[in-house]
């Protein structure tokens, strides 16, 4: 499985239900970077991304982008693909 990576924030529901939604795709992992308590990563997401919301999800080297981005590559079949290191 590949390895997911999300920028995040504690009381981001977004964020909550992206993972939620992973976790029921079987990922067992994620690394998760706060970026209301580490101001420095929030710039560092923002350059990697061009965006400035979270979550910002990576799976692999692959910017998937936030929870509706998620949830849509989700419903078009494409997450777990994704996951397992298959192209979508």
Request: some cysteine; glycine content about 10%; proline content about 6%.
């Amino acid at each position: 499985m590949q390895p997911v990576k999300m920028y995040t924030t504690a009381v981001c529901p977004f964020c909550i239900r992206a993972k939620q939604i992973l976790k029921a795709r079987g990922v067992d992992a994620i690394e998760e970077i706060r970026v209301d308590t580490q101001p420095e990563e929030r710039m560092k997401m923002m350059e990697l991304t061009g965006r400035r919301t979270v979550p910002q999800i990576f799976i692999g080297d692959t910017h998937v982008g936030g929870c509706d981005d998620l949830m849509a590559l989700d419903g078009q079949g494409g997450l777990v693909p994704l996951l397992n290191g298959q192209s979508s």
